[in-house]
């Protein structure tokens, strides 16, 4: 048998035992005081929906998927800018810079983290999963940052807390603004 029709079966295998398997069981028995807590637990359930059910009618407006295609809308634009404010430990904005673009988290990586490899190395196909090497060809995480790049296209990196605006804020005192000039 050739390592793809193996392949094909192993998976359809895999397939009709998941299914058996599903089928089998029809959960707690109700005598144990597993199947007891499981009955008591859904009868609490169908009575918490009873008395307040789901309200599904009022949210004709969905709100937050309204919010998450605005910021992916807006910081998909390469020419908005962002004012980044350094907070120190504290909480107390201790300077800025302007951002064009958006920032980015270190760890985005433009291809998968994760790689299938044959681990048995012979004519048996043993899929196994291990770190694929990161866009720069190395492995590991890039580390907890992140980064972006200013109107003169020199890049930035933060680390520690930070707030984001897509406007300056008028803060209680100055901070001074550490945008790099090229």
């Known amino acids: 048998m050739n390592r793809n029709a193996r392949r094909t079966a192993l998976a359809a295998l895999a397939v009709v035992s998941l299914v058996l398997a599903g089928c ?35 949210l004709a407006y969905p709100l ?9 809308v807006r910081m998909n634009d390469p020419n908005h800018l ?15 810079m302007v951002i064009k673009g958006q920032l980015t988290y270190g760890d985005a990586q433009l291809n998968p983290t994760d790689a299938i490899i044959d681990g048995c190395n012979s ?44 406007a300056p804020l008028t803060l209680a005192k100055p901070v001074p603004d550490l945008t790099p000039k090229k």
């Open 82 to 96: 962002s004012y980044v404010y350094q907070l120190s430990y504290t909480g107390e904005p201790i300077n800025y």
């Open 24 to 58: 089998t069981s029809d959960g707690p028995d109700e005598d144990s005081a597993q199947g007891k807590k499981a009955v008591q637990m859904e009868d609490s359930q169908v009575q918490a929906e009873k008395q307040v059910p789901y309200p599904a009618k009022e």
């Open 64 to 72: 937050t998927r309204k919010n998450i295609a605005k910021r992916l």
């Open 123 to 166: 004519t048996e196909y043993c899929p196994m999963q291990v770190q694929a090497a990161g866009d720069d060809n190395t492995y590991g995480d890039n580390g907890d940052f992140w980064y972006g790049f200013t109107a003169t296209d020199v890049m930035v990196t933060f680390t520690g807390q930070f707030l984001q605006s897509d």
